[in-house]
């Protein structure tokens, strides 16, 4: 996964007056000015945002060389953000940003690498990149080289690297890494097997919003996995990630309609869950849907 954020300053405590000292900077050919000011025309600081203008402003630090103009040039250029979509184009920024040590930048450009998004796909260069930002303490980063490591990706195999880096970007609260680590555990891949602290994992992620660990701590209600089984829960977490469109969860919460487990029969509801979570390929999904089918046909 990619960061998507601007690297910027810290906030003043007068925009008015910041962006008074940031323009005169910037006329005067200075790159931070001009990267700043390129921030609050991005963000709306201050300002009416004009991603225009903060493409602008980005590039002509960029070009004199500041690092984290650069990175924003990159972000721009990845997501469409006031100039034409290019995908090579956000690369070669990054690798720009990459090469001055940019974490965020190292990060995304890994995950070009990993990708294939604007360079050649190259995992083992992906994880180089991912290792010098996760050596920086980028949560993001150490969260990519630990999924590298679970599934083959760029290094051999190795659950014990892999839940070591998860274990790295867990402590600073990253969701992914939470919820990655909670599956080391519940799995005993690289760590003990341990349920309880698969499910209070699942928790942090959860709460966080992460639609996948919403799906893994409904499964632990359900199952009773590191936690008291209580099927209502496991419906309530089910639910929050089918809002997320979770195709796993939707298709989990349609069993439960199916089935009463925690709420009401509404074979109508289980049926649209279904519905939507085969429409995004999941193939239990679609099992359920011909078994609701042979058996209405039976009635018929």
């Given at each position: ?194 349920a309880a602290m698969a499910a209070e994992l699942f928790n942090k992620a959860a709460e966080q919003g992460h639609s ?35 195709a796993n969860a939707q298709c989990r919460l349609g069993v439960c309609y199916a089935q009463g487990a925690g709420i ?14 085969a429409k995004q390929g999941d193939p239990d999904a679609r099992r359920a849907l011909n078994l609701m089918s042979n ?6």
């Amino acid at each position: 996964m990619e960061r998507n954020y601007l690297d910027a300053d810290g906030v003043p405590d007068d925009w008015a007056k910041a962006i008074e000292c940031y323009r005169q900077a910037a006329e005067q050919g200075d790159a931070r000015g001009q990267r700043r000011l390129g921030c609050c025309y991005y963000a709306g600081n201050g300002i009416a945002k004009d991603f225009t203008k903060a493409v602008e402003l980005f590039c002509k630090a960029a070009e004199q060389g500041d690092a984290h103009a650069q990175y924003n040039l990159g972000l721009c250029y990845d997501k469409g953000i006031g100039v034409t979509r290019d995908s090579k184009k956000a690369a070669d920024w990054f690798l720009k940003a990459a090469e001055q040590g940019i974490a965020n930048a190292q990060n995304n450009l890994g995950y070009c690498y990993n990708t294939g998004k604007g360079v050649a796909k190259d995992l083992v260069k992906a994880v180089e990149w991912y290792r010098k930002a996760a050596e920086q303490g980028d949560a993001g980063a150490q969260c990519n080289l630990g999924v590298c490591y679970a599934q083959d990706m760029g290094v051999p195999v190795n659950f014990k690297k892999a839940a070591e880096w998860f274990h790295k970007a867990a402590r600073q609260e990253y969701a992914r890494a939470q919820n990655c680590l909670g599956m080391c555990y519940a799995a005993g891949s690289g760590v003990p097997k341990n349920a309880a602290m698969a499910a209070e994992l699942f928790n942090k992620a959860a709460e966080q919003g992460h639609s996948h660990a919403q799906n893994n701590l409904g499964r632990c209600y359900a199952e009773g996995f590191g936690v008291t089984k209580d099927l209502a829960k496991a419906v309530e977490w089910y639910r929050k990630a089918t809002e997320q469109g979770n195709a796993n969860a939707q298709c989990r919460l349609g069993v439960c309609y199916a089935q009463g487990a925690g709420i009401l029969v509404d074979f109508v509801k289980a049926e649209d869950l279904f519905r939507k979570a085969a429409k995004q390929g999941d193939p239990d999904a679609r099992r359920a849907l011909n078994l609701m089918s042979n058996e209405q046909n039976a009635y018929n």
